[in-house]
C-alpha cells in the first residue's frame, strides 16, 4: 500500500502540466505544453498541445500530439518525447489563432497516424 505523500505523486493538476517544458530526445527544448486534450466520456488524457516557435505566443506553431508519446524527465524537469525539434516540424500542425483545429477528428486522424499511436476513439 502507498503512502499517502507517494500517492500524491501519481497525480498532478493540469495548471502545473500547462507551461511546462517540453525536450527532444536530445534534451533540447523544443516547446512548452500549451494545454491538454481529456477524453470527456472516459476522463483519460488523450492528446498535449505542445506550443513551439514564435514569441510570447505570436507565431507559434501548435502540435497535438498523442499523451503517451511524452515520458516526464525528473533531471530536466520536464517532458520528453522522442524526437528532435527538427523533426517535430515535420508533425502536423496548426496555427495558435486556428485552436479548434486540434479538435478536428481529420486533423486527429493526421496526428494519430504520424505518430504511429492507436487512436483513442
Same mark, same amino acid.
Given at each position: ?18 507551461? !511546462?517544458?517540453?525536450?527532444?530526445? +536530445? *534534451?533540447?527544448? $523544443? /516547446?512548452?505544453? +500549451?494545454? @491538454?486534450? $481529456?477524453?470527456?466520456? &472516459? ?10 516557435? /514564435?514569441?510570447?505566443?505570436?507565431? =507559434?506553431? *501548435? ?6 508519446? @511524452?515520458?516526464? +524527465?525528473?533531471? @530536466?524537469? /520536464?517532458? &520528453? ?6 523533426? @517535430?516540424? =515535420?508533425?502536423? &500542425?496548426? &496555427? /495558435? =489563432? =486556428?485552436? +479548434?483545429? #486540434?479538435?478536428?477528428? !481529420?486533423?486527429? !486522424? ?7 499511436? #492507436?487512436?483513442?476513439?
Amino acid at each position: 500500500m502507498l503512502l499517502q505523500e507517494e500517492q500524491n505523486q501519481l497525480v498532478i493538476g493540469s495548471d502545473r502540466v500547462d507551461g !511546462t517544458t517540453v525536450f527532444g530526445i +536530445d *534534451k533540447d527544448k $523544443i /516547446g512548452k505544453v +500549451d494545454k @491538454l486534450l $481529456i477524453d470527456k466520456r &472516459r476522463g483519460n488524457v488523450t492528446d498535449v498541445i505542445i506550443s513551439a516557435g /514564435g514569441f510570447l505566443g505570436i507565431g =507559434d506553431e *501548435k502540435h497535438s500530439i498523442p499523451w503517451s508519446k @511524452l515520458d516526464y +524527465d525528473t533531471e @530536466l524537469g /520536464g517532458y &520528453r518525447i522522442d524526437v528532435t525539434k527538427e523533426q @517535430l516540424m =515535420d508533425a502536423p &500542425r496548426f &496555427r /495558435g =489563432d =486556428d485552436p +479548434d483545429r #486540434a479538435f478536428d477528428r !481529420t486533423y486527429q !486522424t493526421t496526428v494519430y497516424d504520424f505518430w504511429t499511436v #492507436a487512436p483513442y476513439w
